[in-house]
Structure formats: C-alpha cells, structure tokens
C-alpha cells in the first residue's frame, strides 16, 4: 500500500497525518503546497513541493485541480489529510473530481491482510462506525485532531521533488480576500490554571449567571461551549474548541457540555477534566477524569456553597 | 434571488440512542427527530437573504415520509415551497449517492444559490454540500458567517481556525455551507402555520431521479464508543456531589 500524505504548512495537524502514513507501514510519500516545512528530515519515500503562482492565496479550485494532477501522476492506493477546515473545503470535492469517496474525521485506521477499516464517530461522538471503501483505490480520508501524534513521526532524509501543476486563470472562480482576525483578543484562555465551561445545558440566557458564580467561587475564567457563544450569550472570545481558542489549563470543569469533537479538540489537552452533566452518556465523559451525573441546577449551587467554605 | 435550501431530519439532540438490530443503525422505535441544527442556521439565512433582495426559498429535504414534519416547519418558518425525495431508507445511498440525489433535485430547480447547513449531527461528514457543488459544476465555500450580494455575485465571510475570518466572492450560481450561529433563528408564527398548510411540497423519488448504482462506502457496525480514559463517577445527592468533587480539587488535584 502507497500513501500519499496532503501536508497543511503551518499546521501541527499535518505530522499527525504524516504519523499515521507512516504506521500504516508501505512507502509513505507527502504533498506540500509552498516550501518543503521540515518534510525532507523526515523518513519519507519523496516529498513534492507543489508550485504555481496561482496557488498562493488557498483557493479550492485550485488546490483541487493541483492534487488532482498529483494524484493521477502518482496513483497512491490512500490519500491521508488532516480534517482541517481547509481540507473540509477542497478534500470532498477532490474525492468526487476523482470518481471517489473521502472518509472524513478518521479517528482510527485498523489494517489486517488487504482489509482496511476506518473508524470514524457518529452522532456528535455518541457512537462510533466502521467504514470500509468498496471502491477501487486511491482511498481518500482526513483525520480527526489529536486522532494520532506528531511527536511519532520517523525522522529520515526525504529527496524533495518539484511539482508544477496545469492550472488555468479562468479556473479559480473565487477571488479570496486576506485573512484577518476579528479584534484582538481581550480574554486569554490559554494562560488560565484553571477555566469552568458552560455549555448547553445552562439553558436559558439568564442562568449564565450561575456559573460565573461558580467560577468566581473557584477562582477559574469562564468559557464556553460554541452555541452559548452563537446564542450571544457569552463573546466570542471566550469560545473553547476547534473555532475558537484551544486551552489546557491545570483543571476544565465542563458544566452542561455534552462534548461534541468540536469542543473537545480545543479541550482534551487540559490536566484534569471534570464534567457535569444529566446525560451519563454524554461524550465530554470519554475525556473526564471525573464526572458528576446529575442536574446542574442543583450541583452548581451546592458547588457555589462548597467552595466557598475552603477558599 | 431563488434560493435552494438543503436540509435533514435527524435524532432530537438529547436522544438517548441504542443500536438497532442491524448493528449498522441506531434502533428509531420511539425516536423523536428534529431539524439538522446547522440546516436550521442555513434555512434562516436563505428567508433573510430572500426578506432583503427578493425572490424565492426552496427548502429541499432528502428522507422518509416521516421528514415532513421537518418540510412542514421549514415552510411554517416562511420557505416558500418544498421539494421531498421520498426515500424510505436512505441507508440504502452512501454518501455520493445522497449527494447525487440532491444534486439531481438541484438540476430541475436551477437555483442562483444553495445553501446547506455545514454537517449533519447524525453522521457527521461535513462534506454533502461541497460534493453537491462538484456534482453541479458551480463554485462553493464551506463554514460560512456572512453573507452579502454584490453586484454580479456575492460576497462571503469564511470562518477559518482559531478566530481568524477571510472574505471570499464567488460567481453566481454558487454554493455555501452555514456556520451555527450566523443568524438568530426565527420561530414558525401561528400564521405561517396555517400558511404551510397551502405551501407546494412536491415529492419525487430516487428512481425518478434515476439515481442509483452501488455504494463505494459501507458502514460495517456501530458501536458504542470504548472509553478511553478511566472516569471516576462521583455518586451521591447533589450536597454530597459537591462536597465530595470540591474534596477532590483542593486535596488530590490542589486547584484551590
């Protein structure tokens, strides 16, 4: 089996890719939009840098059309990427612009003989599927954050080939603008010890209250989960996960989040987790060091009193 | 401006969810269903993008007849028509051949923009709407924010990583996939109630839109996830709960 690894520069992500290529066993080569980023260290069959003035601002036409050349240049049996937002916007349509399927968010690659099966979550990660292709190769799939390690990537020496695509003008129909971010940031997350989150379970606007009492009680900054934040019920800026602040404080206290991967990739890296919430099935339980399953409306209150007796 | 607008039906969020006979689906006896919530985000931003400049939203919607509950709100909401692949099982497409049904569907209507929710809270892909402009041959952005006309097209906020944002403008007809949280969600007034009860819903089907052929994608078995880390459950009355966690941070954690 020949894979083929779609690195994103700039991104840890993409050595996790590179990392499962090459534990997948079989000559593992990888594809590289803009200079080489510390691929040719690394044991690889080859490295291509890809090239084309019209590639310099990402554009899904044109990175579709780039590894849609490579691809039928090299005929890899699997295409690994990671599940970035950049890949969510051109993988699915490279896939399909090659006649193939792309297996999207893998979190597990189990080979046995010439069987290969691709777990990936379902429903919000309640539950997990296995999925095999029954199309012919190249098989396409990205791979979830955190899914595998960049600090498992084999060192070697990789020869660095240039690859110079055919792309014409008239076949990048977006014209992208420079990317930006919104304000600077007044709340940092990153630099709290100790963060209490609020999710959806809070329910209404008016119970926010509650919890910033909880954290003022603990000492903790406060965030959330993203649809407190889409509600406006809390900034932006105090978004956890993968839109928006990534944070691994010494303790997570998550209050009425049930988990989706969304939240957990901004969250998972903290030292402790502790999770409230009704549903014992939740999946902010599968990262949880400890968790209480109850009602929040009565656990928070009965926490808020607690802690204020020992601190 | 018509507007096409791609949304599903799936499990009520706070489903408790066990698996089915097959070992392949989730068991849906007694299983309430609601709309996909990034589609509800979508939908809402096509009645928005209508209410400004015009025209017409077409709310699109891939599933059994047991969907229509979902149809049927989307046009209470203010969509002004329906279009209903009426498909039993669904589990029979993989996921190319939903997009291929939709795509199908899209032909016949010709509309200037589609829109759909960015990924579905069943599985998850995040990937029917980019395959769908493929199929279609038009341009497409993914995780959308904002979204302004311009003079020959429009004019769209993306949302990349870790708060960064990034306008694109795209050619008409193209299509976008919304972000949660673009747009207040509306609610269905007693009136557009009682008006979608007038509202066309036409319904077609998988062999009349002559999509078919064999899947390049098999779910195998789904299972209930193998937890990873060792969770320690703190039982008891809420009091005790709270006693016995605020314990556990200041003594063996020592956060306070």
Redesign the interface.
């Known amino acids: 089996m020949s894979t083929l690894v779609i690195f994103e520069r700039g991104r840890a992500m993409s050595w996790e890719a590179v990392a499962a290529g090459q534990q997948l066993g079989g000559p593992v080569s990888a594809a590289v939009i803009g200079g080489e980023g510390g691929l040719a260290g690394k044991k690889l069959d080859r490295v291509f840098k890809i090239r084309h003035p019209l590639l310099d601002r990402y554009t899904?036409?044109g990175y579709t059309a780039a590894f849609e050349q490579l691809i039928e240049k090299l005929r890899p049996s699997l295409v690994l990427m990671p599940h970035?937002?950049?890949v969510?916007?051109?993988a699915?349509?490279l896939a399909?612009?090659l006649g193939?399927?792309?297996?999207?968010?893998v979190i597990r690659i189990a080979r046995s003989g010439e069987r290969t099966?691709f777990v990936?979550?379902?429903?919000?990660?309640?539950?997990?599927?296995?999925?095999?292709?029954?199309?012919s190769p190249p098989w396409f799939a990205s791979l979830q954050a955190g899914a595998w390690r960049a600090d498992q990537v084999e060192a070697g020496t990789a020869p660095v080939e240039i690859f110079e695509p055919v792309i014409a003008e008239g076949a990048i129909?977006?014209?992208?603008?420079?990317?930006?971010?919104?304000s600077e940031?007044a709340v940092d997350l990153t630099a709290a010890?100790?963060i209490v989150s609020v999710g959806?379970g809070i329910k209404e606007r008016e119970n926010i209250a509650l919890v910033e009492e909880l954290a003022r009680a603990?000492?903790a900054e406060l965030a959330a989960s993203?649809?407190i934040?889409?509600?406006g019920w809390l900034p932006?800026?105090r978004q956890v996960g993968?839109?928006?602040?990534?944070v691994s404080p010494?303790?997570y206290l998550a209050v009425g989040i049930?988990g989706a991967?969304q939240h957990l990739v901004g969250m998972k890296g903290s030292k402790?987790v502790?999770?409230i919430n009704k549903?014992a099935?939740a999946?902010i339980?599968?990262?949880?060091?400890?968790?209480?399953?109850?009602?929040l409306f009565?656990?928070v209150p009965?926490?808020i009193?607690?802690?204020k007796?020992?601190? | 401006m018509k507007i096409l607008v791609a949304i599903k039906q799936v499990?009520s969020?706070?489903s408790?969810?066990s698996?089915g006979a097959s070992g392949r689906w989730?068991d849906t006896t007694d299983l309430t269903s609601e709309i996909n919530e990034p589609d509800a985000y979508a939908l809402e931003e096509a009645l928005q993008i209508r209410d400004r400049l015009g025209g017409e939203v077409v709310a699109l919607c891939a599933g059994p007849a047991s969907a229509s509950q979902t149809i049927r709100e989307a046009l209470a909401k203010g969509a002004d028509r329906a279009v209903h692949i009426e498909e039993e099982d669904l589990a029979r497409f993989?996921?190319?051949g939903v997009?291929r049904l939709l795509a199908a569907a899209c032909r016949a209507e010709q509309p200037d923009l589609i829109l759909t929710g960015l990924q579905s809270?069943?599985?998850?892909?995040?990937?029917t709407g980019?395959?769908l402009?493929?199929?279609l041959g038009i341009?497409?952005?993914?995780?959308i924010m904002q979204v302004e006309k311009t003079g020959s097209g429009i004019r769209v906020k993306r949302?990349?990583?870790?708060?960064?944002?990034?306008?694109?403008?795209?050619?008409l007809p193209a299509l976008l996939t919304i972000?949660?949280?673009i747009n207040k969600l509306r609610y269905a007034t007693l009136m557009g109630i009682k008006r979608a009860k007038t509202k066309e819903v036409r319904k077609l089907t998988a062999a009349e839109l002559g999509v078919g052929g064999?899947?390049?994608?098999?779910?195998?078995?789904?299972?209930?996830?193998?937890?990873?880390?060792q969770?320690?459950?703190?039982e008891g009355a809420?009091?005790e709960?709270?006693?016995k966690?605020?314990g556990?941070?200041?003594h063996e954690?020592r956060?306070?």
């Open positions: 899904a036409d970035t937002y950049q969510r916007d051109f699915p349509k399909t612009r193939r399927v792309l297996v999207s968010d099966v990936r979550q379902m429903f919000q990660g309640k539950l997990n599927a296995d999925y095999v292709v029954t199309d129909r977006a014209r992208p603008g420079e990317p930006f971010r919104e940031r010890d100790f959806r603990l000492g993203r649809p934040c889409d509600n932006m800026e993968s839109s928006g602040q990534t010494k303790v049930s991967i402790t502790v999770a549903d099935n999946p339980f599968e990262v949880a060091d400890y968790g209480v399953v109850g009602d009565e656990v009965a926490l009193e607690e802690a007796k020992v601190r | 499990p969020r706070d408790q969810l698996i989730i993989d996921l190319p997009a809270d069943d599985f998850g892909y995040g990937q980019v395959i402009a493929e199929l341009p497409h952005a993914t995780i949302e990349l990583e870790d708060g960064w944002f990034q306008w694109i403008e795209l050619p972000q949660s949280g064999p899947r390049a994608l098999e779910l195998e078995r789904l299972y209930a996830p193998h937890r990873g880390k969770t320690v459950m703190i809420p009091r709960q709270a006693a966690l605020i556990i941070l200041k954690v956060a306070l």
